[in-house]
């Protein structure tokens, strides 16, 4: 059985992550970095190249949007002072503005705020946590991604945290895709299914956003219109482990520190990590 020496050879290959970092993160171009105040011919060259239209040209300079950005590289290349990729898989928001990039005045605020709401209405959710996913119009991608979560790398299992076959028993409601036409009403009906408390996670910047196929006749400005979201999770797609960061963020695992960035855990979110991985 070459399965059995294989094991023994390579020995435990799941990730440690979130007890302890993940090597990953640092070699995965994970978003894009907008300088503060970048401006020039240079800066708008990259702004005609977005094909998402996610750097807006304002007074105090250009400004992108994670949740809109599909990760192209096109304005890396074309203004590299003004724009550049930065290493990192933690990249859920809370709100959709904290996407949004140099941060505007008053974020911090709003954000803390929805960090402490979300955190009460999900403090019971932390050790066993069902998830039901649902395709509003994906290209597939996003759904390659969250199946790795499943598999012996990631092992969502051993932090409590399954998928679910029926909304009725689901906390967590994964959601991919740009939001069609012809999903909004199962979407909608799926959310209402779901007991309370719940929570909704927007996984894709097809989701955040519509990214590349958004604001059509057939497709929306993601899935936000249609229901309730409460995570935001940008990416084209995301990495697993981004999505898995986005799932730990929802039920008060990992925190959000202001300005997107991510903190470390507390003293009582790393006891609960300890306790989940165990």
Same mark, same amino acid.
């Given at each position: 059985?070459?399965?059995?020496?294989?094991?023994?050879?390579?020995?435990?290959?799941?990730?440690?992550?979130?007890?302890?970092?993940? /090597?990953?993160?640092?070699?995965?171009?994970?978003?894009?970095?907008?300088?503060? /105040?970048?401006?020039?011919?240079?800066?708008?060259?990259?702004?005609?190249?977005?094909?998402? /239209?996610?750097?807006?040209?304002?007074?105090?300079?250009?400004?992108?949007?994670?949740?809109?950005?599909?990760?192209? /590289?096109?304005?890396?290349?074309?203004?590299?002072?003004?724009?550049?990729?930065?290493?990192?898989?933690?990249?859920?928001?809370?709100?959709?503005?904290?996407?949004?990039?140099?941060?505007?005045?008053?974020?911090?605020?709003?954000?803390?705020?929805?960090?402490?709401?979300?955190?009460?209405?999900?403090?019971?959710?932390?050790?066993?946590?069902?998830?039901?996913?649902?395709?509003?119009?994906?290209?597939?991608?996003?759904?390659?991604?969250?199946?790795?979560?499943?598999?012996?790398?990631?092992?969502?299992?051993?932090?409590?945290?399954?998928?679910?076959?029926?909304?009725?028993?689901?906390?967590?409601?994964?959601?991919?895709?740009?939001?069609?036409?012809?999903?909004?009403?199962?979407?909608? !009906?799926?959310?209402?299914?779901?007991?309370?408390?719940?929570?909704?996670?927007?996984?894709?910047?097809?989701?955040?956003?519509?990214?590349?196929?958004?604001?059509?006749?057939?497709?929306?400005?993601?899935?936000?219109?249609?229901?309730?979201?409460?995570?935001?999770?940008?990416?084209?797609?995301?990495?697993?482990?981004?999505? !898995?960061?986005?799932?730990?963020?929802?039920?008060?695992?990992?925190?959000?520190?202001?300005?997107?960035?991510?903190?470390?855990?507390?003293?009582?979110?790393?006891?609960?990590?300890?306790?989940?991985?165990?």
């Amino acid at each position: 059985m070459p399965w059995v020496t294989r094991g023994l050879r390579e020995g435990i290959v799941t990730t440690r992550y979130p007890r302890r970092s993940d /090597g990953y993160g640092a070699s995965f171009e994970g978003h894009v970095v907008c300088a503060s /105040g970048a401006t020039g011919d240079e800066v708008e060259a990259a702004a005609a190249a977005c094909p998402t /239209g996610a750097i807006a040209l304002e007074a105090a300079g250009a400004r992108l949007d994670r949740g809109s950005c599909i990760l192209c /590289g096109r304005c890396c290349d074309i203004a590299p002072r003004s724009f550049h990729f930065e290493p990192g898989f933690e990249t859920a928001a809370l709100r959709r503005r904290a996407l949004v990039v140099p941060a505007g005045e008053g974020d911090d605020k709003t954000i803390t705020e929805a960090r402490e709401q979300l955190r009460e209405r999900v403090k019971g959710l932390r050790r066993s946590v069902h998830l039901r996913h649902v395709d509003a119009g994906s290209d597939g991608s996003e759904e390659w991604e969250i199946a790795a979560l499943t598999g012996p790398i990631y092992d969502i299992h051993r932090l409590g945290v399954f998928f679910s076959a029926s909304p009725r028993h689901a906390d967590v409601l994964l959601v991919t895709g740009a939001g069609t036409a012809g999903m909004q009403a199962s979407l909608r !009906l799926t959310y209402e299914a779901m007991p309370s408390p719940k929570v909704v996670i927007a996984v894709g910047t097809d989701a955040v956003s519509g990214g590349l196929v958004g604001g059509t006749y057939a497709s929306g400005q993601g899935v936000a219109g249609t229901v309730p979201v409460d995570v935001f999770v940008p990416g084209s797609p995301p990495s697993p482990f981004g999505i !898995l960061h986005g799932i730990l963020l929802a039920v008060g695992l990992v925190g959000e520190a202001p300005g997107g960035a991510v903190s470390g855990p507390s003293r009582d979110q790393a006891e609960e990590r300890e306790g989940m991985a165990s």
